[in-house]
T-cell receptor, first 111, second 117 residues
Framework: DAKTTQPPSMDCAEGRAANLPCNHSTISGNEYVYWYRQIHSQGPQYIIHGLKNNETNEMASLIITEDRKSSTLILPHATLRDTAVYYCIVRLQYNTDKLIFGTGTRLQVFP | GAVVSQHPSWVICKSGTSVKIECRSLDFQATTMFWYRQFPKQSLMLMATSNEGSKATYEQGVEKDKFLINHASLTLSTLTVTSAHPEDSSFYIC?????????????FGPGTRLTVL
């Protein structure tokens, strides 16, 4: 599975959009981009995933560049409860199901 | 939907004893479950993949005789930490994948914090 690079930490004001970048320059054509987040002392929570097209759900939007070498997770209106570590993971969807977690981005939402 | 529970949520035990942690998928059947370990301020590390009715597959460096995994049904997997030592103190998290052909998103449990004295 391709490796990802994320900034270690980011800040965001409450009510503003949080844009979390992820670099996956070695991604292959059949690897998906997954995003999870982990609030302190809890299990990770699935957010969204995509292959080529941009995706949106009730939690967030995922923007994938045309060359698929990077992506951005967008939380449109961040709240204090969005403070968490966000993990970007790339993997083959129908492979061994392994999720290999990197170090993630620690997002701090402030009032 | 897609809720995974773990029991207990936290446990304190003496060195040398064994501890069992349960992972249950509450509203779906999970042919595959996963066990992770997370030390303070570190990321999750996959320990093993558990398939219903067969032996678990352990990641490199994880002792299978120390971390016993049983996946006896489609809704329950257990992790037993045998002869626990203080260095086994960690946050143990399981995840489960619904046994459907058109989705393989993993859903995680809330975690179990193990402290070995």
């Amino acid at each position: 599975d391709a490796k990802t690079t994320q900034p270690p930490s980011m800040d965001c004001a409450e009510g503003r959009a949080a844009n979390l970048p992820c670099n996956h320059s070695t991604i292959s054509g059949n690897e998906y981009v997954y995003w999870y987040r982990q609030i302190h002392s809890q299990g990770p929570q699935y957010i969204i995933h995509g292959l080529k097209n941009n995706e949106t759900n009730e939690m967030a939007s995922l923007i994938i560049t045309e060359d698929r070498k990077s992506s951005t997770l967008i939380l449109p209106h961040a709240t204090l409860r969005d403070t968490a570590v966000y993990y970007c993971i790339v993997r083959l969807q129908y492979n061994t199901d392994k999720l290999i977690f990197g170090t993630g981005t620690r997002l701090q939402v402030f009032p | 939907g897609a809720v995974v529970s773990q029991h207990p949520s936290w446990v304190i035990c003496k060195s040398g004893t064994s501890v069992k942690i349960e992972c249950r998928s509450l509203d779906f059947q999970a042919t595959t479950m996963f066990w992770y370990r997370q030390f303070p301020k570190q990321s999750l590390m996959l320990m093993a993949t558990s398939n219903e009715g067969s032996k678990a597959t352990y990641e490199q460096g994880v002792e299978k005789d120390k971390f016993l995994i049983n996946h006896a049904s489609l809704t329950l997997s257990t992790l037993t930490v045998t002869s626990a030592h203080p260095e086994d103190s960690s946050f143990y998290i399981c995840s489960a994948r619904p046994g459907l052909a058109n989705t393989d998103t993993q859903y995680f449990g809330p975690g179990t914090r193990l402290t070995v004295l």
